[in-house]
């Protein structure tokens, strides 16, 4: 794992920077993502810089450093993430005796590949996540690239006339061309979605490179030539996927996802440094650590977070996990005060506002992982892909209730919710009815704010997949839609976003074994009657575990890796929090519609709501601003 950045211009507007010291403040930015070494490329015209941070994981020799320069010379890569299946297309080059292969890394693989067969075929050779600058000397083409689902982040976009691109914004920022435009409409996804999703960024002009997707640029003079490509789609696996489900029985089924799975983290346990896996004791990491254990000869290296407030912890559940299957596991139990130390880091670990509040105990997890090994796999993505998550059952039933109420009488209803005496989620349900459509009323759902664009002063809250119904297959029910929603930006945008952020901040790689592409693929062949059975989503999951755990261990409500944020406003964080919400503060700053953020502070301090993830939003942003100035 590393960090790469970079730019691209005409000579001319090179000249009025001074290239070293802009290497130098880029390469910094991004030391965490590469403790153990750096380098740098120049090309002259254009004038194109390749800035890459070492995190040695496979060949720690030199022979790994980057960037690092094609045998035929052609091409220049800044590479970050596992090429899983390298040693494989070194054999499907073995035709090729040109080849003299200097080391064994998987980015010297993908050199070659690129030399061989070109871009397209291949990205879509790879198994693994990655995100690649790749300078091509003879066509004075620059090519940025993404994984399939997004586990590696890259960021673009145009400067001045000056391509800016990298792992982190924070890479970007320090270029002098680099123009910090707060962009609002960002700000009103971020009160939607706690996040901000793809190809959005908190700044104008800036851009995420969406996942499954490479860019091509070209410059010539003032002249410039950029093509985005998609390489892989979501989408289309999902309508493949319906249109040609899986015939055989469901133990079939469950045999053959066993396989696919067990393969996957066969192939993600390469490494030449110490590696070990998140263990919650949910379904999820335990069927990782569990199939991990199996193709170990040694214990596998375990570990969880435990938490004061037994309400939010289940550390003792992963401690049963880790005893059944033999692990060498490691526990802390964390105050508090241990949790709430984070606070002030998270400006500098997301460097864009981001607000999932497990961000906390999973920057602290990472941070006590890190001091025995260098990498971690983890068990998300089982609720996208397999039905995990609880509004797949109940969202329907509520909006078959919700459409046969005319739409008029629903928006009076939720226009006046204030004024009856209901529980905030019966009041929560009455607001979301208000929409037109299926997809806003899921959207409505997992809304923070519904009416973001009331908040946040001067926006206009661009479109997204969630209120987008052309965006997604129709072949498949409304479940199927939000597992396909979800997966494509809930996961991408906030799950991956927050543990990427979190390990590397700690100079730790993370792999998820279950967005191997086949797995996905896969997944969408099952019908959803074999994901969620009787009422309990990640049927096919469960299965597999309990072949290797008992059911009794795993069988219990799910508590998630939660923190007291509410009762935290209430108490240790008040003082911070009406620091950066006050009235004039807000006035004078002129983002946010000050009366609308006092009011729900005010009712939340008061006990008559919560309103903690709303208000973590804006105290995310707040904070963010303030480490900017």
Excluded at 124 to 144: H, P, Y
Excluded at 197 to 221: D, N
Excluded at 507 to 525: G, K, Y
Aim: charged content about 20%.
């Amino acid at each position: 794992m590393c960090g790469i950045a970079g730019f691209m211009c005409s000579p001319d507007i090179n000249r009025i920077y001074e290239t070293p010291d802009i290497v130098v403040s880029m390469l910094d930015t991004l030391k965490r993502r590469g403790p153990d070494g750096s380098g740098y490329y120049i090309n002259d015209e254009p004038k194109v810089i390749l800035c890459h941070t070492r995190l040695a994981i496979v060949d720690l020799s030199d022979a790994g450093q980057q960037p690092m320069h094609s045998q035929c010379g052609r091409y220049v890569i800044a590479f970050n993430g596992e090429i899983y299946n390298h040693l494989e297309l070194r054999q499907l080059l073995a035709n090729n005796s040109e080849i003299s292969w200097r080391g064994h890394s998987d980015t010297e693989t993908l050199l070659a590949c690129f030399s061989e067969w070109g871009i397209d075929k291949t990205l879509q050779s790879c198994v693994g996540m990655f995100a690649i600058a790749l300078w091509d000397k003879k066509e004075n083409r620059l090519t940025l690239a993404r994984d399939r689902v997004g586990e590696k982040p890259l960021y673009w976009g145009w400067q001045n006339d000056v391509l800016l691109f990298g792992s982190e914004l924070k890479a970007l920022k320090v270029h002098p061309s680099f123009n910090a435009e707060i962009s609002r409409d960002a700000l009103c996804l971020l009160l939607r979605h706690n996040y901000i999703p793809a190809p959005h960024t908190i700044y104008q002009g800036i851009h995420k490179l969406q996942p499954g997707h490479y860019l091509s640029v070209e410059l010539s003079g003032n002249e410039r030539k950029e093509t985005l490509h998609q390489y892989w789609s979501y989408e289309k696996v999902v309508q493949e996927g319906l249109a040609n489900p899986f015939s055989g029985s469901p133990d079939q089924a469950v045999k053959h996802l066993e396989s696919l799975i067990a393969q996957s983290i066969n192939g993600q346990l390469i490494s030449d440094v110490p590696l070990g896996a998140f263990l919650s004791g949910g379904i999820d990491s335990s069927l990782i650590v569990s199939i991990m254990q199996s193709l170990s000869s040694t214990p596998v290296k375990t570990f969880s977070i435990g938490f004061d407030d037994k309400k939010y912890d289940e550390a003792i559940f992963a401690s049963e996990v880790a005893s059944h299957l033999g692990t060498e596991h490691t526990e802390m139990y964390v105050s508090d005060k241990d949790i709430l130390d984070v606070i002030p880091l998270l400006p500098e670990v997301y460097c864009e506002p981001f607000a999932d509040s497990s961000q906390l105990p999973t920057y602290l997890v990472s941070k006590m992982a890190r001091q025995h090994v260098t990498v971690a796999l983890s068990g998300d993505a089982g609720d996208e892909l397999f039905g995990g998550y609880t509004p797949y059952r109940f969202t329907p039933k509520y909006w078959n209730y919700a459409r046969n109420i005319p739409l008029p009488i629903r928006k009076l209803a939720s226009r006046y919710i204030d004024m009856l005496p209901v529980n905030p989620k019966v009041k929560k349900l009455i607001e979301c009815m208000a929409a037109q459509n299926p997809q806003l009323f899921y959207r409505n759902i997992i809304s923070h704010w519904l009416n973001p664009e009331e908040v946040v002063k001067g926006s206009n809250e661009p479109s997204t997949a969630f209120n987008h119904s052309t965006s997604f297959s129709d072949n498949g029910g409304y479940v199927d839609w939000m597992m396909s929603v979800d997966a494509q930006v809930y996961m991408a945008d906030d799950i991956l976003v927050k543990v990427d952020r979190a390990a590397m901040y700690n100079s730790l790689e993370t792999r998820v074994p279950l967005l191997d592409h086949r797995v996905i693929e896969f997944a969408w062949q099952l019908p959803t009657t074999l994901k969620i059975r009787d009422g309990v989503g990640k049927w096919p999951l469960r299965e597999i575990l309990y072949k290797r755990v008992p059911k009794s261990m795993i069988e219990r409500p799910k508590k998630g890796f939660s923190v007291p944020l509410a009762s935290w406003l209430r108490g240790p964080l008040r003082d911070w929090a009406e620091h950066l919400i006050s009235y004039h503060r807000l006035e004078d700053e002129g983002y946010f519609n000050a009366a609308a953020v006092r009011s729900c502070w005010s009712q939340h301090i008061q006990g008559k709501a919560d309103y903690s993830r709303k208000l973590w939003s804006i105290l995310m942003f707040q904070s963010w601003l303030e480490k900017q100035k």
